[in-house]
């Protein structure tokens, strides 16, 4: 319509100089010549039309880009889309994370529970591959394995008075875990300002695990000899996972990583059998939106 609009008024305006000069001919010029000059003036106002139509026509068609940005224009502005790569197309990305931690208790008190007495170790292994199939974004595979055991000697939790409260005990307890875990992630990476060293990221997980754990603890004596009794659990689950981060270039293929998980929807099934005659399963499901302080993640990768 305001193209329409246009090619109106500049039409209008060409044609009212031609009819002015026409009134200015005298009655004693030849007909020739009056029939030539109306060409030639007709020939320059329709080249004055069309110069004005393009002029016109440019005008409103970069008024109309201006007013209609493109997705492309509003992943820029947000600072999704860059023009420095910070991981190029086709470049392998190899690395991972490990974690070992033990500890050894004596007569220790914890809030409530009292004579802690144990020992016991913690260890983590989490290798990954990936691969960039766009600048600046990475397609990867992550395994992860974990063990934990914990020996406890003695511990014991009271509620109320010596006499008339509450006393729970534990005389001996072992328990052994491990768990493995496949993961399917996506990354994307948003270098910060000019530099290639720098760069923020976020990661989205899809994670399939599985594990077995024992427990063996004491349960009385009976004709003076121990009982002991124990239970045997596997569980199954899976789940979906948020982690943004950060990394850092300490050499020109080595990084550091630091990530935290702030968003997961997880599914777990659980088996247990206990003294190899009682069954009992248990299903979980899960959804948060907050800081889980216990998937903060610090790892290597090589960019090569």
Sequence with gaps: MQKSITIIIALFAAIRPIAAQQHEYTVGQPAATVLEADAAIENMSAAQTAISLADTLSVTEI????????????????????????????????????????????????????????????????????????????????????????????ASLKFGEADSGVNISVDYMHQIKQEYTGAIFWRQYIPLGHSNRFAIFTEIQLCFSGGQSAIVAEDGAVDGYQKY??????????????????VAFATNNMAFEISIGVFGIAYDHTKQTHNQVEVGNIKTSTMNFKVNLLSIGFGASFYL
């Design 63 to 154: 008024v109309t880009a201006e007013q209609q940005p493109s997705a492309g224009d509003a992943r820029r502005h947000r600072g999704f889309s860059t023009t420095n790569t910070f991981v190029p197309k086709g470049q392998w990305i190899f690395g991972g994370s490990a974690s070992y931690s033990t500890h050894r208790n004596n007569d220790y008190k914890l809030l409530m529970i009292e004579g802690i007495t144990s020992d016991g170790y913690t260890v983590n292994v989490s290798p990954m591959i990936a691969i960039s199939p766009k600048d600046n974004m990475a397609l990867g595979v992550r395994f992860i394995y974990g063990r934990t055991m914990l020996d406890m000697d003695n």
């Design 229 to 246: 009794r124990g239970t045997y659990a596997s569980h199954y689950g899976t789940s979906i996972g948020l982690q943004p981060g950060i």
